[in-house]
């Protein structure tokens, strides 16, 4: 399983703060991209200062991990100014690559940070290998291919660009419906720009359909007496053919989720990671169950295989915009004195109640919540308060850094 030859395949993950950056790297991310309070296309996430991006280089340097820093957004005139201390405090922190969409952006940031690989976003909508071959001979060292491609299409490119370039492509998590996320909708309804890091998400609003002459009257566009959900994609997720991505020339797995919970990064990181280890040592054999199961343990709306494969295309949730929750995270342990954890709270549990544990590369454990004591050391039949620190009885030593989860109610 190889998009080159002897090479595993990249995991690379989102982080959208410190947080979910420690659990990209722990639960086996071999990259992660981020954004810093600029220039990137998530707003919503906390990102990165200066500061925190140069800890943020360092601790995965000291795990043999890379740091891929956003600068996608579509910047005006006025923007480019700043682009030249970006760039500079970036290439001091260590970045290993910029991702750009804007051939003037690249332009620059070659020449004020000529150290730093480029990658194309899937902003730029790569579609065709004559593309993919410019970017290269301007500079590009990776292209981040546009959603819209099946993997014949993907296996073209491969074969009709240099071995050298490298490909990503989008494996996990939401899909927008327009093309590679070039959207005016949430612009168009809200005044706040998709393109620029603020999208509302209009795409998972319900809509009807109102005559002009009848205003207030409506018609229902779709079955369901709520109206339909026209514009909303169902999430990506392909887990189970990463072997076939590979075989088509993708050499970089990349996970979407910058404005996700640092539970959502371990849980999925981990189940990517142990996917590509699995096909990587049993090429041609089925994924072990508990590995495609980790998938369903997280907030996600219904899956779909995107445009991969032709015969098998995308399609919308017309029922709702929501997301389908089984799990919730109930909280982080933080040490062990080998009779009880001490964990940090993150959701209500009971003792008594049924907890799984996630551990990097392994299948997740059962455990039972025996005894719970509160900080000021009572026992307590709930762990219910938010970011309360407690420690638990359950039978079983786990190191720091392990995600404790249980059933929602």
């Known amino acids: 399983m190889s998009a080159k030859a002897g090479l595993r395949p990249e995991v690379l993950a989102p982080a ?19 954004a810093k309070k600029n220039y990137g296309m998530r707003s919503a996430p906390e990102n990165f200062t200066q500061e925190e991006l140069v800890s943020a280089c360092r601790l995965a340097r000291e795990k043999g991990k890379k740091v891929y820093l956003t600068c996608n957004t579509l910047l005006h005139s006025r923007e480019l100014d700043g682009l030249e201390a970006f760039a500079k405090e970036a ?11 804007d051939i003037g952006v690249m332009s620059l940031l070659k020449q004020y940070a000529p150290d730093v690989a480029i990658h194309i976003s899937t902003q730029a909508g790569v579609v065709n290998y ?90 229902p566009i779709g079955e369901a007496d709520g109206g339909t959900y026209i514009l909303n994609a169902k999430d990506l997720r392909v887990i189970e053919y990463l072997d076939r991505l590979a075989e088509a020339g993708v050499s970089s797995f990349k996970i979407e989720g910058r404005a996700k919970s640092a539970y959502y ?52 949730n017309t029922q709702n915009g929501g997301y389908v929750r089984g799990y919730e995270f109930a909280a982080v342990v933080e040490g062990s004195d080998g009779e ?6 993150r959701n209500r549990f009971f003792k008594g109640d049924v907890l799984e544990a ?49 059933k929602a109610e």
Request: proline share 4%.
């Open 16 to 34: 959208g703060d410190m947080e979910c950056l420690k659990a990209a790297l722990m639960f086996g991310a071999d990259a992660v991209y981020l």
């Open 91 to 101: 290439s001091e922190a260590g970045v290993d690559a910029f991702i750009v969409s």
């Open 130 to 219: 004559k593309s993919a071959c410019e970017f290269y001979k301007m500079g590009a060292e990776r292209i981040v291919l546009a959603r819209e491609l099946s993997l014949d299409e993907i296996r073209t490119i491969r074969d009709k660009t240099p071995p050298e370039l490298e490909i990503e492509a989008f494996v996990h998590g939401a899909m927008c419906v327009s093309f590679s996320g070039r959207c005016l909708l949430s612009q168009y309804l809200t005044g706040r720009d998709a393109n620029r890091g603020e999208c509302a998400q209009p795409c998972r609003w319900s809509y009807a359909l109102m005559e002009q002459t009848r205003e207030g009257v409506y018609f």
């Open 265 to 316: 990064v371990s849980v999925i990181t981990n189940a990517y990671r142990a996917a590509v280890d699995w096909f990587c040592i049993h090429p041609g054999e089925k994924l072990p169950e508990w590995i495609t199961d980790e998938t369903e343990k997280i907030s996600h709306r219904e899956y779909s295989t995107g445009f991969y494969f032709e015969d098998n295309p995308p399609s919308q």
């Open 340 to 345: 009880y954890l001490d964990i940090l709270q």
């Open 358 to 406: 996630v551990l990097p590369g392994q299948m997740p454990i059962k455990l039972t919540a025996e005894k719970i004591i509160d900080s000021c050391g009572e026992e307590a039949e709930a762990a219910n308060k938010a970011a309360e620190r407690y420690k638990l009885k359950c039978g079983v030593t786990l190191p720091a850094g392990t995600i404790l989860r249980a």
